[in-house]
């Protein structure tokens, strides 16, 4: 018995202390993960850009379609400023609290704080609002809210009245 003890026990070679079993699975996790991190990306594919704007001339009747119905976009007026208000649809498109200035001047709603029928231009072939009658707290409502827009609204175009001599070359073409 004795001599079992004695006997020195063999050492593992450099070959076998790699090639174990749980080295190898080791080895190629690691190969596996350095593959996934540098392995080149797809391109990222980006959204399409919106179809460009291009800055117009508005008569009532002209601008009175862009009121967010059958895909089109939402415009509104505001001290002969259109805007474009798409992007706040919710309010200003269908079914919006501002659905009633969508596609038309809303100078004098917004200086009055009304959302009523009666502050819009019943007559689009007429001339445009002048704005008469407003007081000086109602004209400094109504450019706080043109300053709003100009902010977060791209503008789009003006608004002239029909009878406007650039008024004739937006509606021949």
Partial sequence: ????????????????????PINLILITLLIVLI?????????????????PIVFRTFTPPLLKPYNGENGMPVYLAVNGKVFDVTSG??????????????????????????????????DLEGPLDDLKGLGEEEMEAMKGWEERFDEK?????RLVAV???????EEGS
Avoid: W
């Fill in 89 to 122: 649809r919710n309010f200003y498109g269908p079914g919006g609290p501002y659905e009633n200035f969508a596609g038309r001047d809303a100078s004098r709603g917004l200086a009055c704080g009304s959302f009523d029928e009666d502050m819009l231009t019943k």
């Fill in 163 to 169: 009878g406007h001599p650039e008024a004739g070359k």
């Fill in 1 to 20: 018995m004795a001599d079992k003890t004695d006997s020195p026990l063999p050492q593992p070679t450099l070959a076998q202390s790699i090639a174990s």
């Fill in 153 to 157: 609204y791209l503008v789009v175009g």
């Fill in 35 to 51: 593959y996934y991190r540098l392995r080149p990306k797809p391109p990222s594919l980006l959204a399409k850009p919106p179809p």
